[in-house]
C-alpha cells in the first residue's frame, strides 16, 4: 500500500462517497487509487466546474465536499470556485497534484508555487513533503473541515510523496480553540432585553430546529441573511425577511429598535450590517469574522446550551409597520421577475440554485424558503459559472430534482457541464432567461456611469440545439402564458427550458 491507496481509504473511512475533478499527470497515483475504491468520481469538463461542484454538494448536503485536479493547469482553473468558497464559508476539501519535490520552486514544466497561491483563498494551504505528514494534514483537514467548517482546506500532494509505501498513521486528538468568555456579559445583554431579534445565517442551519423553538416559544422575531433562509420558513410571522441592504421595512424597524441584536453564524458584512450596533451578540466559529462588542467564539449550538431565554411581547409591534416593497413587473409579458416568480411558485419545495446576474436579484427576492438550503448561490463572490456546476454537486449529493435559474451570459460561463449532468443523469431542469445581453452590467453602464451600453449586447448560440448536441432536451418559451402551460406539466431533467424575456433593470436597494 502507497500513500495514495491510504490516502483514499482515509476519505472512506470517513465517510466521503462522491468526489468531482479531472485526472492529470501529477495527480495520477491518487487516481489509480480511486479507481479501486469505493468513492464514486464525478468527472467534469473543466476544473472549475469540479470545485464548484463540491461548492454546491456542501451547501445543499451539509457534508464536506471534494475536489481533485492534476498540478498548475488543473490547480490553477480552481481558483476561481476556491475563492467563492472561501469567501462564502464553504467547506469543501481541494486537493491537487504537483511535480516531484526535488522540481519545486524550479521552472519546471507545469510548476507553479501551487500553496502560495492557495493560502489566499483558503482556510489552509498544506505541502506534505513525505508520507506521514500526507496523512496528518488529510486527518486534520477532515476533522477541521466537520468540526470547524469555515471554509475551504488545500492539500498539494507531489507526485513522488503519493507514490511513498513507508509512512505513518495515527489516531488524531484535535481540539477546537473556543472563547466563550463573554458568555455571561451576553447572558445579562439578553437578560435586560425586552426587544431582542436573531439574525440568522449559514452557520446557524445546524441548529435550526433549536432556533424555531426558542423563537416560537419566546416570541422572539428572527431576520436571516440570503443563506440563512429557511432556518425560520419564510412564511412564519416571527420570520421579518431579510437583514441588510435588502431588508423589508419590518426587519429594518426591528434592528432599529431593539435593545439586544442576537446574531448566530453570520458573516457581519457591509451588506448584512451596514453599522454595527453597540448591542450586538455575535456568534461565529471563525473568530476573523467576530465584530461588535460581545463577539462570542464558538459553535452556535454551544452558545444556545449556555444561554437562557425569557418571554418577550413586541412582535405586534413590528407588525403595525407597514411591509413595502419595490418589486414591480411580477406579472408583465414576460419581464425576467414575472417568469422567475412562475418558476419559483411551481419549484416552492425544491433547491434553487442561482448563477450571477441580474436574475440572481430576482430570485433571491422572491424565493420563499420553508427549509435550509433551499436556495444556493454564491454570496460575497458572486463568479458568474456558478450555477450549472454547483446544481450537479446539489444533485448528486440530495438524489432530488434541482431548478436552475439562469440567464444567457452566466451559463455560458461552464456550459461544457452539460455533458456532466447528462453523463450522471441528474434530475435538473436549467431555466436560462435570456435577454442577449449582460443585463446588470448594462443597468450599471447607464445608471451609474451615464454611458451608452458598451460590450454587453450577446450574440447567444440556439440553446435548444446546442442542449440537443449533448443529448439533453430542451424548449423555448417567448410569452408568460406558454412558460405557465409547461410549467403546469410534470418536467424532470436533464431539461433546458429557455426563456426569452425582455430588458429589464433590477430593484436597488433603498
Not at 109 to 122: A, G, R
Not at 261 to 268: E, F, N, T, V
Amino acid at each position: 500500500m502507497n500513500v495514495a491507496d491510504k490516502f483514499v481509504g482515509i476519505l472512506e473511512e470517513e465517510g466521503i462517497t462522491e468526489v468531482f475533478g479531472v485526472p492529470g499527470e501529477q495527480i495520477m497515483p491518487l487516481y489509480k487509487a480511486l479507481s479501486k475504491s469505493k468513492v464514486n468520481h464525478i468527472l467534469t469538463r473543466h476544473e472549475q466546474a469540479a470545485a464548484h461542484a463540491a461548492d454546491g454538494y456542501a451547501r445543499s448536503s451539509g457534508r464536506i465536499g471534494v475536489c481533485i485536479s492534476t498540478a498548475s493547469p488543473g490547480a490553477l482553473n480552481f481558483t476561481m470556485a476556491v475563492a467563492t468558497a472561501y469567501k462564502d464559508n464553504v467547506p469543501i476539501l481541494v486537493i491537487t497534484g504537483d511535480n516531484e519535490l526535488k522540481y519545486r520552486g524550479s521552472d519546471h514544466f507545469q510548476s507553479t508555487p501551487q500553496v502560495e497561491i492557495f493560502k489566499n483563498i483558503t482556510r489552509a494551504s498544506y505541502n506534505p513533503l513525505n508520507g506521514t505528514e500526507a496523512m496528518y494534514v488529510l486527518r486534520a483537514s477532515i476533522y477541521e473541515l466537520k468540526n470547524n467548517p469555515r471554509g475551504p482546506i488545500h492539500i498539494n500532494l507531489s507526485k513522488d510523496v503519493l507514490m511513498e509505501d513507508e509512512f505513518d498513521d495515527f489516531d488524531l486528538c484535535y481540539l477546537c480553540e473556543d472563547d466563550l468568555s463573554n458568555i455571561t456579559r451576553a447572558q445579562e445583554l439578553i437578560d435586560e432585553s425586552t426587544r431582542p431579534v436573531m439574525i440568522l445565517g449559514a452557520g446557524a442551519i445546524t441548529q435550526a430546529d433549536d432556533i424555531r423553538r426558542i423563537s416560537e416559544k419566546y416570541q422572539i422575531p428572527v431576520t436571516t441573511t440570503y443563506h440563512g433562509k429557511g432556518i425560520v420558513a419564510d412564511d412564519d410571522m416571527l420570520n421579518l425577511g431579510l437583514c441588510g441592504i435588502r431588508a423589508n421595512m419590518r426587519a429594518k424597524y426591528a434592528i432599529a429598535n431593539s435593545d439586544c441584536i442576537i446574531a448566530l453564524g453570520i458573516k457581519a458584512s457591509e451588506r448584512t450590517l451596514p453599522t454595527l450596533p453597540d448591542n450586538l451578540i455575535h456568534v461565529n466559529i471563525n473568530n476573523e469574522v467576530l465584530v461588535g462588542d460581545y463577539p462570542i467564539h464558538g459553535k452556535v449550538e454551544d452558545f444556545l446550551s449556555n444561554i437562557k431565554f425569557h418571554e418577550v411581547s413586541w412582535l405586534d409591534e413590528i407588525l403595525e409597520v407597514e411591509n413595502t416593497d419595490n418589486l414591480k413587473g411580477l406579472d408583465d409579458d414576460l419581464k425576467p421577475q414575472a417568469a422567475i416568480k412562475r418558476i419559483l411558485e411551481k419549484y416552492h419545495d425544491n433547491i434553487i440554485v442561482s448563477d450571477a446576474g441580474s436574475h440572481t436579484t430576482w430570485t433571491t427576492l422572491l424565493k420563499k424558503s420553508t427549509r435550509p438550503r433551499q436556495l444556493l448561490f454564491s454570496g460575497a463572490m458572486a463568479p458568474m459559472g456558478y450555477g450549472l456546476p454547483a446544481a450537479i454537486g446539489a444533485g448528486v449529493a440530495t438524489g432530488e430534482k434541482i431548478i436552475v435559474i439562469n440567464g444567457d451570459g452566466d451559463v455560458q460561463m461552464n456550459i461544457q457541464e452539460l455533458a456532466t449532468l447528462k453523463e450522471n443523469n441528474l434530475d435538473v431542469i436549467i431555466f436560462i432567461l435570456n435577454n442577449s445581453e449582460y443585463g446588470i452590467i448594462r443597468q450599471w453602464q447607464e445608471d451609474f456611469y451615464d454611458m451608452e451600453p458598451y460590450q454587453v449586447a450577446l450574440n447567444n448560440p440556439d440553446f435548444i440545439k446546442l442542449s440537443a448536441s449533448y443529448h439533453i432536451d430542451g424548449v423555448r418559451v417567448d410569452c408568460l402564458e406558454d412558460l405557465e402551460f409547461l410549467l403546469s406539466k410534470d418536467l424532470a431533467g436533464p431539461l433546458v427550458v429557455e426563456v426569452i424575456v425582455e430588458s429589464e433593470n433590477i430593484p436597488l436597494p433603498e
